[in-house]
């Protein structure tokens, strides 16, 4: 079964290799091969301000099960990716984080690899103790790990966590 997947990345650094990622179904016979369904969100709401772009990734989230975290060059620094993981964990959405800094721009350049973003977020594990969300999540690397021909299971494996 595929899932609805929400992505989550830093729109004007990464857009392009974003949708490489979420885009990979379309050389796939159909979603259910890809593993996935993508829901997510374009900032075209940037200019009305900070409770509509909350309430566009509320609605965004709204029926995903799980949230995959493109990492890029920048991406741990955006304030809207922080809040799209706080609001995933609070629906309890699996989370994955899959860092995108090999794929090239729409120039051909490729990126330095930035930090991740569940390195500096916390959460309490089962035995209450505080715990890095990456201490909890599986992260991947695109190019690496051949995220072509493994994204779903990623994104079935987080589902299931």
């Known amino acids: 079964m595929a899932r609805r997947a929400f992505f989550s990345f830093h729109y004007e650094r990464d857009i392009w290799r974003a949708c490489q990622v979420r885009n990979q179904w379309v050389t796939k016979p159909d979603r259910e091969a890809a593993g996935f369904w993508d829901a997510s969100l374009w900032e075209t709401a940037r200019r009305r301000g900070d409770a509509a772009i ?86 991947y690397d695109y190019t690496l790990n051949d995220g072509y021909g493994n994204l779903g299971r990623w994104i079935e494996e987080a589902a299931r966590k």
Not at 69 to 84: D, F, N, P, S
Not at 90 to 106: A, F, S
Not at 127 to 134: C, E, I, R
């Open 54 to 139: 909350k309430a566009m990734i509320d609605d965004g989230l709204r029926n995903t099960s799980v949230t995959c975290v493109l990492i890029g060059a920048e991406t741990a620094t955006r304030k809207w990716v922080k809040y799209e993981i706080e609001q995933s964990l609070e629906r309890g959405n699996g989370l994955l984080g899959v860092y995108i800094n090999g794929l090239r721009d729409r120039t051909g350049l490729t990126d330095p690899r930035g930090a991740n973003p569940l390195d500096d977020m916390y959460t309490r594990n089962a035995a209450g103790l505080t715990v890095s969300l990456s201490v909890l999540f599986s992260t």
